[in-house]
DNA sequence: AATTAAATACCGACCGTTCGGTAGGCTGTC
DNA sequence: GACAGCCTACCGAACGGTCGGTATTTAATT
């Protein structure tokens, strides 16, 4: 048997999936890496052996959320009812979106996970469009924008008083091309 | 002549405005005493003679806001294209929302400036439901809610990508009645 | 008009705590 | 015995906040 000291079983996926859940509800500077380590099992320097900084946990965190969303979002193909279904029903579970979370903490800051989320965020949005024929004027592109902005507004109402009905109901908006 | 020794007119009133900005560029929790103080030209112990926290601080940026953005929005009565246009020009110039900053951090803890967050969305919820009409099985509150949220996240969009965008097209559909 | 006491606004120095991160040692497995 | 995995103990810096003291302004008193 392994040794398995604190609750689960440690390593990389662990401490990736409790940092995320961590940075998508406290957000990342309120997130110590003491508080990473407890929610693991583990004391600091234990998660300092499998990565070598916070910011590489928060870009660990990323990718995995690139797997773990846009992944399933891209094989989807170009359903808009299954893309706002699948949408709905990651960010209602997860109660958050960690993306948003540290796009607003580091928006003003050149350095960083910038470029990381940039890619993420235009990444979806080419995703979104892809399913979105042009329609009133705007291209793919612009609805898609504005349904991702919708999407991520609702989710903050969602973390915030714990109500999904702004979500589903965006989730509804696309999947019935009211977008 | 008054004892000017940093760069503006020091005071409550300069604390809040400085106050603000950081919070809603940077975010409350990273944002430290010391940049306040260094972006109102004071010591610490100088803003600590104004205020007696930086939750005190953040509770008088709350409610600059009510007075600086609900006011106004309240005063346009019920013309939905007024409420528009004040409403992106507000978020358009300030580049962010310094309430969605501080839900997003905050959104986990029952405590602290909770409670002054939740009676903020709720009252512009409200004030813009008030302008709005029952439409497509929709009551005029759940419009504004999805409304709220379609800005919050364009606002997200704006203070990430420096795009207005999405701001400015939900404008024009709460304007031509199309939310 | 001059003197003075109180109050205001602010500073430099410091408090205990927590931060991200590091050094070196221990322990179990191959 | 080499190495992964994790520990205790610790570092300098930064955190929110406090303290005693000092200019400046204001108001009352003479």
Request: proline share 4%.
């Amino acid at each position: 048997m392994s040794s398995v000291r604190g609750g689960g079983t440690a390593g990389p996926a662990l401490i990736l999936e409790r940092s995320c859940d961590l940075f998508r509800d406290r957000g990342y500077a309120d997130t110590s890496m003491a508080d990473i380590a407890a929610a693991c099992g583990l004391t600091k320097a234990g998660i300092y052996h499998h990565f070598a900084s916070k910011e590489a946990i928060l870009e660990g965190v990323l990718n995995q959320l690139d797997r773990d969303f846009l992944g399933p979002l891209a094989d989807l193909g170009r359903d808009p009812g299954a893309m706002a279904a699948f949408t709905v029903s990651f960010f209602e579970h997860s109660g958050g979106c960690v993306a948003a979370q540290t796009a607003m903490e580091t928006a003003r800051r050149a350095d960083g996970p910038r470029r990381r989320l940039e890619a993420f965020f235009l990444r979806w949005r080419d995703l979104v469009a892809a399913a979105l024929p042009a329609a009133a004027g705007q291209t793919p592109a612009t609805r898609a924008e504005d349904w991702i902005a919708r999407v991520e507004g609702a989710v903050l109402w969602l973390k915030f008083f714990g109500d999904p009905g702004p979500l589903r109901r965006a989730g509804e908006a696309l999947a019935g091309g009211k977008v």
